[in-house]
């Protein structure tokens, strides 16, 4: 009888040992971005400045290849440290389409496997979610991290159907990733206690439900609750330090100036496992109980003049990290803009599979491209 009742016990806390998730340290964080890659005004050391406090930011509104090298590169320059990118195939109608991407800290997090764009076969989403799984290499444990943006439309209810959805792509989401902490997050343009999220939260939780997280035209005033993070429950017990980031007060620059060059939308950061946020990050709503934020030695610190004119109308502060490329003129033949190796900050920065050489000048406007905006 002792030894039945030793046997049963044994077995109870071997089940419940393996029921608890191991925690895998990183920081994490998801960002709509506002149309990365599209005009003059986007300042990325000002995005490099407050996504450099993360090790893998989700990146919503990818509007080319370009946006997302010259963020990437203004996080190697910020931080002196190399960071990969992982991007889905760009999504979306005929007239407008942008991209999911993740990036990554190198010496933190690198990319295990599964990049995949949900398989949508009954076509409800106008931006099929993107997801991956990742390792931490401060201990080894996978994770599993996905990205949406659901459609604005003209009302409320143009978004519902894809929220609805969601309750599906969850479920997907656990058979391609089966047993590992799964973390949804991105823009919803809903808040997360709209009813059309039931599906979803019948199956996962919403780790953000206070404050807001787009910008009004008010410094100090946030106006709607879009941005968030759905977590199963072995994501939800490695999660600590959740909120939505005031970078206006990070950066200290006003609301207007930020929407215009950064970006309409606050970014929503976390902490997994042992791992702390920076003290340079500013809180606007932090969600839950003790969700104290502790300074790590590899967080950026300073919030120096990345918002100053010249950072914040152009790349003029990346030309240094540029790895200038053989030819004298060099198109990017998905958005037909030339760059010139001689005061064209952009020259070095295209993307391999995007790079066109041309002979010179003259070559490059004969093949209907034309002059990059921020050359001198």
């Known amino acids: 009888m002792k030894k039945t009742l030793l046997m049963s016990a ?6 419940a040992i393996s029921g608890v998730a191991v925690a895998a340290d990183a920081r994490v964080g998801t960002w709509n971005t506002m149309r990365l890659g599209n005009g003059d005004q986007k300042s990325y050391p000002a995005l490099a400045a407050v996504a450099a406090n993360v090790d893998v930011l989700a990146v919503q509104e990818v509007m080319n290849d370009e946006g997302i090298q010259y963020l990437k590169l203004a996080l190697e320059q910020r931080t002196r440290e190399k960071w ?19 990036l990554s800290r190198d010496s933190a997090v690198q990319y295990e496997d599964g990049a995949v764009s949900f398989l949508d076969r009954k076509h409800v989403f106008m931006r099929e979610p993107y997801s991956a799984r990742f390792k931490s290499l401060s201990d080894g ?6 990205t949406v943006h659901i459609i604005y439309g003209k009302s409320a209810a143009d978004r519902t159907p894809e929220l609805k959805e969601l309750g599906n792509y969850w479920e997907w989401l656990e058979q391609v990733y089966p047993g590992e902490p799964i973390m949804l997050m991105g823009d919803f343009n809903m808040p997360p206690s709209d009813p059309a999220f039931e599906s979803l939260r019948a199956r996962a939780i919403p780790m953000v439900t206070d404050g807001a997280s787009t910008l009004s035209n008010t410094s100090g005033r946030f106006a709607n609750l879009y941005d968030n993070v759905f977590a199963n429950q072995s994501a939800r017990s490695m999660m600590s330090g959740v909120g939505i980031v005031n970078y206006p007060a990070m ?5 207007e100036d930020g929407r215009r060059a950064v970006s ?10 042992k791992a702390r946020l920076g003290s340079a990050v500013q809180m606007a709503y932090s969600q839950g109980p003790a969700q104290l934020l502790h300074q790590v030695v590899n967080a950026p610190a300073r919030i120096d003049s990345v918002f100053s004119p010249r950072a914040s109308t152009g790349l003029g502060a990346l030309s240094t990290a540029s790895n200038t490329q053989v030819g004298s003129v060099h198109g990017n033949k998905n958005s037909h ?9 952009s020259y070095g920065m295209i993307s391999e599979k995007n790079l066109v050489e041309f002979s010179s000048e003259a070559e490059a406007i004969a093949s209907n491209y034309r002059k990059a905006g921020n050359c001198k």
Not at 264 to 272: C, G, K, M, R, T
């Open 10 to 15: 044994l077995l109870v806390l071997a089940t």
């Open 84 to 102: 990969s990118s992982l991007c889905s195939s760009p999504v979306g109608s005929r007239s407008y389409k942008e991209q999911y991407c993740f």
């Open 141 to 146: 444990n996978t994770f599993a991290l996905a």
């Open 251 to 255: 950066l200290k620059v006003s609301h």
């Open 264 to 273: 309409d939308h606050a970014p929503v950061f976390f902490q997994l496992g």
């Open 337 to 345: 803009i030339y760059h010139l190796s001689s005061g064209c900050p």
